[in-house]
């Protein structure tokens, strides 16, 4: 069973609201990453982090940010949720030198 | 550009084995990986290979020909809950992974 946990696991928000999606493993590993994907459709990488206090954009441009303070800790903020948000962000990790990623359950985020 | 081709989807009988392609054109490769995905829940982790040839873990097998940027993952002796989508994903520079757009696999009785 993965030990990456994701929080919430569904979440309808109203347009304009600031919102948090929380990741946590505890597999102390030092690469975690977030993926975005559509129903039916492929991942798309939109940030990634190296290990504590490095945190990179990915290929996907998004409006969201996020912070790596601890190892175990993930976390992807929006500012201002829009419908355009609307999608499953999945959360993964693993560990340097592993190449299969630790994927979380997702959260399926609905904006209205 | 880097994009990954691989079929949308694909329909097979139980016990029966299938193969789903994958080819992509990406600027930097270092290995090819294959995901699980049931009912878009957490992709799992299948099998990696960044070198030429047959790799085999179990049922599940997967080739890369880095010479042709074209790989597969072969399911032998299908079972009804191997009905998933199945992502092929590039390992690119700093680790990042790459995914094809999916191929949904349906296993009938």
């Known amino acids: 069973e993965a030990d990456i946990y994701q929080t919430p696991r569904y979440l309808v928000i109203g347009t304009g609201k600031k919102i948090t999606l929380e990741c946590s493993q505890t597999?102390?590993?030092?690469?975690m990453y977030w993926y975005q994907q559509d129903p039916g459709m492929e991942l798309h990488l939109i940030h990634y982090?190296?290990?504590?206090?490095?945190?990179e954009k990915g290929d996907l441009s998004s409006e969201s940010t996020v912070s790596r303070i601890r190892t175990e800790h993930f976390p992807l903020t929006l500012e201002s949720a829009r419908p355009s948000h609307t999608s499953q962000y999945l959360c993964a990790s693993r560990l340097d030198g592993d190449y299969g990623y630790t994927f979380g359950s997702g959260t399926r985020l609905t904006v209205v | 550009g880097q994009s990954l081709e691989q079929p949308s989807e694909v329909t097979a009988v139980e016990g029966a084995i299938v193969q789903i392609n994958c080819t992509y054109q990406?600027?930097?490769?270092?290995?090819l990986s294959w995901y699980q995905q049931h009912d878009g829940g957490a992709p799992t982790f299948l099998s990696y290979n960044a070198l030429d040839g047959l790799e085999e873990t179990g049922r599940f097998s997967s080739f890369l020909s880095r010479s042709d940027s074209y790989g597969y993952l072969l399911l032998q002796e299908l079972q009804m809950k191997d009905s998933a989508s199945y992502f092929c994903a590039v390992r690119s520079q700093g680790g990042k992974l790459i995914f094809g757009q999916g191929t949904e696999l349906s296993v009938k009785p």
């Open positions: 990406t600027s930097g490769f270092y290995g």
């Open positions: 982090s190296y290990g504590v206090n490095s945190t």
């Open positions: 597999m102390g590993h030092d690469k």
